[in-house]
């Protein structure tokens, strides 16, 4: 087929006429059979020419819309969402590239400098150690996002995985997942994080391995609610005709599972964004209780936890203020891309 | 004589609902030979898709149930195969379009994407080599730009361009049988008679035996070799499509064919067969079709008419012509 390369201004009728033209070319000795029915010859409009519908404006499949595409644009012209992406890039790169210019990255301990309020050597003062605060608040952030991010995968992973096989094979597996998920969010997650934080106190886990543990737990428990949606959602769309269509194929599950899954991926996409603000909360409410990460190690919300006594409170704003504003501001992006994503990615909010 | 590609054997397809069982396919036998298209004709809940839908082992995930009969496709029983194996005549030597084309294909994946799926699932080709042969396929249902096509998404196309795309998905892998699940209902006049056109040239080259469901008997008219008439899960006539429209013989066909509409005979009103299709739970010892029969006869009251050929090829299920009734029936009228 020889389609001409151009096609900036071109206009549809002429694309209407290219494509008849092309036509026979494309499709091999194609001549409509004459054809006797009951009532004679058949008489039905345009027969000898060949199908003139495929006459889409050429910009538009030489530039095929995915839904990505589509999705991207609308997120675009969001501005709050794209205040909320632009603050979140700020935070990491104030989080993992910033302390690569901060002298006091080492955290050393210096008896001449506590409680310093913020000066021109430490912009945001230091602490009961003496550390300079801004470093702290830097790698802080590192390990608060690090959780958040890891947790929200891992939740995401374990719920979709979960969710996607129990809306497909119902019955049995359908059963177990479900009341599994259930049991877990029978009981309230601050308990059980209060509960086993103890446990791992106990077992005197170190201070880095303990942000791992942190990690998991916080991803672990946020699985069923997501395995529930994932479900909802698989359960719906495998009665949608394209499934049906895709096991007159004879498509292995794996495949349909995929087909079911990428269908699915808008709400986990959404899902999976707040899921991260929610991760971050728990991790500085759990480091803020003294059992989720534990100092040397910072985090947001052991640096609250830090300053937590009135003297700090009254007379060092520098100590709480910058790590509650980080927590708060960092949250509200995250929770502000999520709705974006929501509004573009959710073909019924359409605008 | 054609080689007899799918052969149905008595098959009886009920689903349980929460009012009762619903015989939606109940003692249907009838073959496809090799090369033949078979039109399946009857109104909605008439059990055409049912029947097909048994075939291709779809009824998994519904209520659905085979009770009793077999289907043969090839020799094989397909009624008591695995899912492995149905799995692995489904869309290789059995493949179906359906009515729907625009919600018959995933949105989120490209058209070369969803085409290539199956030939890579049952030829074992490779992700290249089937993109290469879903373009060629994509030429050879008509459309032109082929490669950019294979880009786009299914909202991009018109529903008789996904129509095409749907018939191309369903033979690139040289299927034995085609079965078209009413494939024209969705489109408009034009289309629907290029898609047929289309399906028409591409039996003929492919040499595929089709198994059409219709409701519409201009379809029938223009494609079939032969045709079944359905009503209440029953096979109630069956005869070569020439036939079939020269002589109908049970009344619901003759009815049909009196309510179609056609060129150079206008008349105020179209024919239409009096009363409606009786509820599909709890149904009688009657023959199905006696309460909107203007034709009734008290042995149509007690029992069913059992499939009896007329002449030939063509078998008819109904009271009227079964010698020893019309005696009965004209010593009643004496």
Known sequence: MSAPTRDKGNTVVLHVAESTAEMPAAAEPYTPPKTVTAEGVRPYPGAPAAPREPSLPRRRIANPQSPWSTAYRRLKRNKMAVFGLMFLFAMFLFSFVGPFFSPYTEGRVNVALIHKPPSASHWLGTDDLGRDVLTRLMQAGRISLLVGIVSMVLSVLVGAILGVLAGYYRGLVDHLIMRAADVLMSIPEIPILIVIGAILSDLKISSEYRIYVVMLLIGFLAWPSLARLVRSQILSLRERPFMLAAEALGLRDRRKLRHLLLNAAPTLIVVATLGVARAILSESVLSFLGLGVVPPTPSWGNMLQAANTLIDFQLRPWLWIPPGVAIFLTVIAINLVGDGLRDALDPRTNR | ?334
């Open chain 2, 1 to 334: 004589m054609p080689r007899t590609i799918v052969e149905f054997v008595n098959l009886h397809t009920y689903f349980d609902t929460a009012d009762g069982v619903v015989k939606a396919v109940n003692g249907v036998s009838f073959r496809i030979r090799e090369g033949e298209t078979v039109a399946l004709v009857g109104e909605s809940g008439c059990g055409k898709s049912v029947t097909a839908m048994s075939l291709m082992g779809l009824l998994e995930n519904t209520t659905g149930r085979i009770v009793d009969g077999e289907i043969r496709f090839d020799g094989k029983n397909t009624v008591n195969m695995s899912r492995a194996e149905l799995r692995r005549i489904r869309g290789k030597d059995v493949s179906m379009i359906f009515q729907e084309p625009m919600s018959s294909l995933n949105p989120v994946l490209t058209i070369g994407e969803q085409m290539a799926e199956p030939m890579i699932e049952h030829l074992h080709m490779s992700r290249k080599e089937a993109h290469a042969k879903a373009v060629e396929l994509i030429r050879m249902v008509g459309i032109p730009r082929a490669e950019a096509i294979a880009r786009s998404y299914p909202h991009e196309l018109s529903g008789g361009m996904l129509q095409r795309i749907m018939i191309a998905i369903a033979l690139c892998c040289k299927p034995k049988l085609l079965i078209a699940d009413e494939p024209t209902t969705a489109l408009d006049v034009t289309v629907q008679a290029q898609i047929l056109d289309l399906l028409r040239e591409l039996k003929r080259q492919l040499e595929m035996a089709i198994l059409l469901i219709t409701h519409d008997l201009g379809v029938v008219a223009e494609m079939a070799d032969s045709v079944i008439v359905m009503y209440c899960g029953k096979v109630i006539e069956q005869a070569p499509v020439l036939s079939l429209f020269q002589h109908p013989r049970h009344p619901y066909t003759q009815g049909l064919l009196k309510a179609r509409p056609s060129i150079g005979r206008r008349t105020e009103r179209l024919y239409s067969i009096p009363g409606q299709v009786p509820s599909p739970i709890g149904l009688g010892n009657s023959c199905y079709f006696s309460d909107r029969c203007d034709r009734c006869m008290d042995v149509c009251l007690a029992q069913q008419p059992p499939l009896r050929a007329v002449d030939d090829r063509h078998s008819v299920a109904c009271w009227l012509y079964e010698e020893g009734i019309r005696d009965v029936r004209s010593a009643a009228r004496g």
